[in-house]
Structure formats: structure tokens, C-alpha cells
């Protein structure tokens, strides 16, 4: 499970009429365009071969391999396999910026300059795109398959409560947000990611994320909570970072010793100490939302699953204890309610491991 980190990216072009549309909503998605690349990417040697980055499991995984293997061999999957794994969250976030024109050309959307934290990745594959998509039929494949991408967005709908975790994350936090943008993919497993838009007064962030999840031996609570953890860790980078970022130095100085804080695995995908301690906060934060959103037993399944992921599945070694004084702090006789005034102490606290 890798969740990576949004970081300030200014688009200037939010139009009056695209704010009237927008603002104080959200929207559940998934975006022609995007789901071409992630078809593309399922199909190359490097998505045939990793069931974290493709999700291997489903019917409708195996109807695109029907499909689409065929043209394994197109130039267009020949040049995405080469930007995999690195580039892979890079390609999906900026494929949001592009859609169909109501025929088979792709276009630029002109909100947009890019949707991932650096330059454009996938516009300068898209005259291949649009190739592949005609070669392949695509546009009617995905047609074909609307009623099954519907039942997923009514079913996301119903696990992720999203006014809910708006309004506790800004019940918490100093920031504030016009708009949240989830886009999904039902080919999305393990990585996902977020950025944040500012343009024209009008403050938007998007998410990243794979599909719902289903458990049979869980109640509805433990498997809304479940489901809540995948977009909340995204949604709440946009809290998180910020606030971290007025306490770089002291996190520098306490999560430089990678040894004490990762261990292999996922972690190792988080370069600098800010970007590991904000992996800890955006975790530990879903666990104060959760312990105030979900009755006693339910949360504790919902917790004890959290800190598996993080020690042992992702390599965050020190995240149980993390967490626990968070919350520690969080539930302290007169304790602010805010997570920004808890900052000082957990880091004083980390310090002191």
C-alpha cells in the first residue's frame, strides 16, 4: 500500500463557471482517459507482474486482459512500461487532465496544467494514446462497461461518508477546501496519491484511489471504516502537510535517523524525514477520526488493522507507539481538539525515542 504526498501546486485556471459548478461539492469519478492509462499499464510486463500496482483479483481484470492483450505489443505500451513502477502515479494523476471530445480525439482539459507534483507526464504520450484507443476499440469497451463502473461509484458512495470526514478534518485543521475531486480506477490496488489545487479564491484537492472494498465477516461500520482509511489518508495529506511544513526543522532533526523510524518496504518509497513523518500524522489522524466516528469495538478492529498495515506490511516500525501517544494526547483531560495544537508534543515526544 503506498499513499504518496501532495504538495502545493498552483492551477491559475479555475473559471468562474467552473467554481459556481464545484464549490462546497465533491465527486466520485473515473475518468475515461485515466482508465486508457491504466489499461495500458495493466496490460505491460511490469503491470502483468505486479498484483500492488494492478489488482490482479477481478472479473473485470481479466475481461481487459481479454480484450486489450492482444496489442501488447503497441509502441504506447512498449514506452509506458519503461516509466514502471517510478512513473506510475505521475501518469495516472496527470491522464485526469485529458478527455475524449465527444469523438475519438483526446484533449486537454484547460483547468489543468498537470495534476501531479511535477511537469506533465502523460501529455506527450497522447498522440499514441488516441491511436491505441482506436486500434483497440476502447472508448466502446468502456461504454460497454458503465453499469459495472456505476455499481462501484454507488457502492463508494455508500462506504466513504465524505461530508463526514470533511467536516471533522476542518473541525481540526486551519485550512479549508471548496472542493475534494476522487478519482478511482477498479485496476487501482495498492498505490494511491493526492495533489491540491489553488486558483481564482477557490481551493480544490484531489485523490487517487482504487476501487471499494468488500468483506464479507465484517460489519458495515468495520468495512465503511476500512474503506474511509484508503480516501482519508489522501484527503487529510492536504491537513497534515501544511502544518508539518511550519515544523521542519524539528522534524528533520527527529526523522533523519531512518533506522529508528522505517524498516524496508513501503517506507523506503518516502525519501526525506518529512515525508516519513507525515506518513506517520496522516495515519495516526485517521485513527482520532475513526475513534470519534465508530462505536468501541469497531474501532479497535479498524485500529488494530491500521498499525498491521503500518509495522509490519509497510515498514513504519515505531507506528504503534506513534499512535497511541497521539491518541493519548488527543483524549488528555482538557486537551485541545485541534490536531495542529498537538503537534509540539507528539514531535517532543518523538524526539525523546
Known amino acids: 500500500m503506498l499513499c504518496l504526498a501532495s504538495i502545493t501546486c498552483r492551477a491559475q485556471h479555475f473559471s468562474d463557471q467552473y467554481i459556481v459548478a464545484n464549490k462546497g461539492k465533491w465527486s466520485l469519478e473515473i475518468p475515461e482517459v485515466q482508465e486508457l492509462v491504466h489499461i495500458v499499464m495493466a496490460i505491460t510486463p511490469v503491470g502483468l507482474a505486479d498484483s500492488n500496482l494492478v489488482d490482479h483479483t477481478t472479473t473485470y ?131 494511491h496519491s493526492t495533489n491540491r489545487f ?51 526543522a524539528a522534524i528533520y532533526s527527529i526523522f533523519n535517523d531512518r533506522a529508528k523510524w522505517t524498516a524496508g518496504k513501503d517506507a523506503d518509497h518516502y525519501e526525506d524525514a518529512l515525508s516519513v513523518f507525515n506518513e506517520y500524522m496522516t495515519w495516526s489522524v485517521f485513527t482520532l477520526y475513526a475513534m470519534d466516528t465508530y462505536p468501541a469495538e469497531d474501532f479497535r478492529i479498524i485500529n488494530e488493522r491500521v498499525e498491521k498495515q503500518m509495522v509490519n506490511l509497510r515498514g513504519f516500525c515505531q507506528y504503534k507507539a506513534f499512535n497511541a501517544k497521539l491518541m493519548e494526547l488527543y483524549q488528555a483531560p482538557g486537551a485541545s481538539k485541534r490536531v495542529t495544537d498537538l503537534y509540539p508534543a507528539i514531535l517532543e515526544w518523538c524526539k525523546n525515542q
Request: with cysteine.
Open 61 to 191: 481484470y481479466q475481461k481487459v486482459l481479454s480484450h486489450f492483450s492482444k496489442f501488447k505489443d503497441e509502441k504506447i505500451v512498449r514506452w509506458i512500461n519503461q516509466e514502471l513502477p517510478q512513473r506510475y502515479p505521475y501518469l495516472k494523476m496527470d491522464a485526469c487532465g485529458f478527455y475524449f471530445d465527444g469523438a475519438d480525439n483526446i484533449v486537454k482539459d484547460k483547468t489543468y496544467d498537470q495534476l501531479s507534483w511535477a511537469q506533465n507526464s502523460i501529455e506527450r504520450y497522447i498522440p499514441e494514446l488516441q491511436q491505441f484507443a482506436i486500434k483497440t476499440s476502447f472508448r466502446t469497451f468502456f461504454q460497454e462497461n458503465q453499469s459495472y463502473y456505476e455499481s462501484l461509484r454507488s457502492l463508494m458512495k455508500k462506504q466513504l461518508t465524505i461530508d463526514k470526514q470533511w467536516q471533522w478534518l476542518e473541525n481540526k485543521f486551519p485550512l479549508r477546501y471548496d472542493n475534494y475531486r476522487i478519482t478511482f480506477s477498479p485496476l487501482v490496488y495498492g498505490s
Open 198 to 248: 489553488e486558483g481564482n479564491n477557490f481551493r480544490q484537492t484531489v485523490m487517487f484511489i482504487c476501487g471499494p472494498i468488500t468483506h464479507q465477516k465484517y460489519s458495515v461500520n468495520v468495512t465503511e471504516g476500512f474503506m474511509t482509511r484508503v480516501v482519508f489518508t489522501e484527503i487529510d495529506h492536504n491537513y497534515v502537510n501544511p502544518v508539518s511544513d511550519q515544523y521542519t
